[in-house]
DNA sequence: ATAGGGTTAG
């Protein structure tokens, strides 16, 4: 086809429809020589740089580099083009080619595209550049551009800022509103979003699906289930019925806003009502929800129902079988996953690092650090950075735990990496260390709160700090204004009551504002074990009792303690009593990750059915033999004080992690440490058993009870007997 | 101009 003459080819250029027929198009442009008829080459060029893929980007750039003087709307659809490409850093670039070139000034469509992207890039400088050029020519009072303005600033953090712009706008539109209530979402500020959401209905600005978006997000952190229904029907009075085809969004918001404050039921009501199609967010708000509520079964069936999943609904899954404690499930779906070729994400790290944090599983966590690391997300986002550091610390490799929170800056350490770290150097017992970490906490400015104060307490009981904890404990109420919870006067009763001060840490109990619950009362049991205070020990026994008359090892103890002072018909009513009502001790487990990176779990005296089964059994008598060579003697006197959460059996008695450790000395090479994880207290005896075995094997053995971790060396214990 | 998944303690 011969094109003559500029007109021909608008028309041609305005019926492109796809992109083989762009190409076609262009060649023509190309080949008659055309380049010059600027208009219908920026209208060819605007339909590939807008395509969206970037083979098509790609050739808009070469045709917008072969334009000798490119006009303003080439410019803005260049701009354009990057943004949403997603391309922000480049589409910011731009600008100033743009200053420095361009025939004619930036517009009203150019700073808007640019402010949109300065939005979305993490940097807020840029944007504070635009800013200035758009006062300095003279475009402030557009509405568009003070929108856009307004969504940076929000995007930015600058909530004055935006605050400022909207206040002093002379017309403020739908979008203004909707901009400023996304804008009070996205800095959780719920109640400044609801209150804008009331001047705009003061006002008379009709809202439309993108307000009711913004809200619902901007509340969903509420937690009110109130408040959830008074939007529902909110929705209802503006905009009456809303399903998928008017606002599949809004449904979705609508949907994740119940979940968030625990509504499962009417979210399950509109999720089933009215969303025919399920949206993958929407499934999400709901295996998330379901899981949160404990429901991981529920949770577990909408996501099995789901044919396309996304690393999203994939995540949720995760971390709802992590936060329920199901670690080993939560493994199992992360390989899965992998399986399935989809990439795993910052947050789906989180979640699986979170699982081996509570399963001790090292060489898995580790291998999902590595991944991180090959993903460059490390060190981009604090919560990654905090998993980690949790991961290595309750796997035991608290020195890898420390070496990693010293690499992060300053600037990027907050308030949870702290209580991180201090709460790992806690439960391994460096207690020093810990309150250094909080000196730094305090120079830093990163402001303390009640979990930190929990685990600097703890630590400060765990290596016998007595007067740093007091000075501590005056320091969260006085200094940091602080109230003292349940956690930190059990904090308190222990450390006093371990240095030997038990009147003082009874005194503690009387004064405290509130009843002391049965942690404490156990606390302060321990404490009159190791000092051998027995009065002091029926006191806090008969409370316990009272407190908590279901659990069995109170009744043990009970009856061990009138037995002591020769209430022999008192003690056998009370052993009769637990038996009547059926009570016992929960079932001891523990875990070991063998080097391959297997984690194997046992149940006290129960290993008949293992593979090895042969040669546990043989190594526990070798066990048992080097036991008795090294002179071990079952406890007696803790029989009176039995504070131990597990039935004791004989003195050969297979606690979990006995077998655990029998089969970590078969499948490991000598020298190798070995780390066992248990769901109950370590008792006395093993406690001893592992101390002698240590030395009598010459291994390093570490075993993560549910209150601290035990470094077994050489026959003595990191916890120095008190645990 | 729009939505969904995450960390610390007890």
């Not at 410019?75 to 080619?97: D, F, G, K, Q």
């Not at 030997?500 to 009387?510: P, Q, T, V």
């Not at 109170?554 to 009138?562: D, K, T």
């Not at 003697?633 to 008695?653: G, H, M, N, Q, R």
């Amino acid at each position: 086809m011969q094109l003559r003459e500029g007109r021909s080819l608008l028309l041609l250029t305005e019926t492109c429809k796809s992109l083989r027929h762009a190409y076609q198009i262009h060649a023509q442009i190309v080949v008659n020589g055309l380049q010059r008829h600027l208009y219908s080459l920026s209208k060819i060029f605007s339909f590939f740089a807008l395509f969206g893929c970037p083979e098509s980007l790609g050739h808009a750039r070469l045709i917008f580099s072969g334009t000798k003087s490119p006009n303003v709307f080439m410019w803005n659809t260049m701009i354009r083009a990057h943004s949403l490409s997603e391309l922000h850093h480049e589409a910011v670039l731009l600008y100033p080619a743009m200053v420095a070139k361009a025939r004619d000034l930036p517009n009203n469509f150019t700073f808007t595209f640019l402010l949109n992207s300065c939005a979305r890039l993490a940097a807020p400088g840029p944007g504070f550049q635009i800013y200035g050029h758009v006062i300095k020519l003279g475009f402030e009072p557009d509405i568009f551009i003070r929108n856009a303005l307004m969504h940076f600033c929000c995007s930015s953090g600058l909530a004055d800022c935006a605050r400022k712009l909207f206040e002093e706008s002379s017309a403020r539109d739908l979008v203004s509103y909707n901009t400023m209530i996304s804008g009070m979402a996205q800095m959780c500020k719920p109640h400044a979003a609801l209150s804008l959401f009331q001047e705009m209905s003061d006002s008379g600005i009709w809202p439309d699906e993108f307000t009711f978006v913004a809200l619902c997000s901007a509340c969903s952190g509420l937690n009110d289930h109130g408040l959830a229904k008074q939007i529902h029907n909110l929705v209802y009075r503006y905009l009456g019925f809303v399903d998928c085809s008017s606002g599949a969004h809004l449904v979705g918001s609508v949907i994740d806003l119940y979940t968030k404050c625990g509504e499962m039921d009417m979210a399950r009501k509109v999720f089933s009502a009215f969303q025919p199609v399920k949206s993958l967010p929407a499934l999400s708000s709901m295996v998330s929800g379901y899981a949160r509520a404990g429901k991981v079964e529920l949770a577990r069936q909408i996501f099995d129902r789901v044919n396309k999943r996304d690393t999203i609904l994939w995540t949720a899954i995760i971390s709802g079988y992590s936060q329920a404690g199901r670690y080993d499930e939560a493994l199992e779906l992360y390989k899965e996953m992998e399986k399935s070729g989809l990439k795993p994400d910052q947050v789906t790290l989180v979640a699986v690092l979170s699982a081996c944090a509570g399963l001790g599983a090292l060489t898995v966590g580790e291998r999902i650090n590595n991944q991180s690391l090959r993903a460059r997300f490390f060190g981009r986002d604090a919560i990654l950075v905090t998993a980690v550091v949790d991961m290595y610390a309750k796997c035991g490799k608290i020195e890898s735990a420390l070496e990693i929170f010293r690499d992060v800056p300053d600037s990027q350490r907050t308030t949870h990496l702290f209580n991180a770290m201090i709460t790992g150097l806690a439960q391994h017992g460096l207690g020093e260390t810990a309150v250094s970490v909080f000196r730094e906490m305090e120079s830093t400015k990163v402001r303390p709160d009640e979990v930190t104060f929990t685990g600097l307490l703890c630590a400060c009981s765990h290596s016998g700090l007595v007067e740093e904890g007091r000075s501590l404990f005056k320091l969260m109420s006085e200094f940091y204004g602080i109230n003292p919870q349940m956690q930190h006067y059990c904090c308190m009763v222990d450390l006093l009551g371990r240095d030997g001060k038990l009147d003082d840490a009874h005194d503690f109990i009387r004064t405290m504002p509130f009843e002391a619950n049965s942690v404490i009362w156990r606390s302060l049991l321990g404490s009159c074990k190791l000092h051998g205070n027995v009065e002091m020990g029926k006191i806090a026994s008969a409370k316990l009792l009272e407190l908590e008359p279901d659990h069995g090892a109170r009744y043990v103890l009970l009856s061990n303690i009138l037995a002591t002072t020769k209430q022999w018909e008192e003690a056998g009513r009370v052993r009769k009593g637990m038996e009547q009502r059926g009570i016992q001790k929960p079932p001891g487990w523990s875990y070991i990750e063998i080097s391959n990176g297997t984690v194997h779990q046992f149940t006290a005296s129960n290993y008949r059915s293992h593979p090895q089964k042969e040669e546990i059994a043989s190594k526990l008598r070798d066990m048992n033999s080097r036991l008795r060579t090294a002179g071990y003697a079952p406890s007696t006197v803790d029989v009176v004080f039995d504070v131990d959460e597990e039935e004791k059996e004989t003195i050969v008695s297979h606690h979990s992690e006995k077998l655990a450790l029998a089969f970590g000395l078969l499948n490991s090479g000598p020298g190798e440490v070995l780390q066992i994880m248990k769901n109950l207290r370590i008792c006395g005896d093993c406690h001893l058993a592992f101390k002698l075995l240590s030395k009598a094997y010459a291994r390093e053995i570490i075993v993560r009870d549910t209150a601290r971790f035990h470094h077994f060396r050489n026959g003595l214990c990191s916890c120095k007997d008190f645990w």
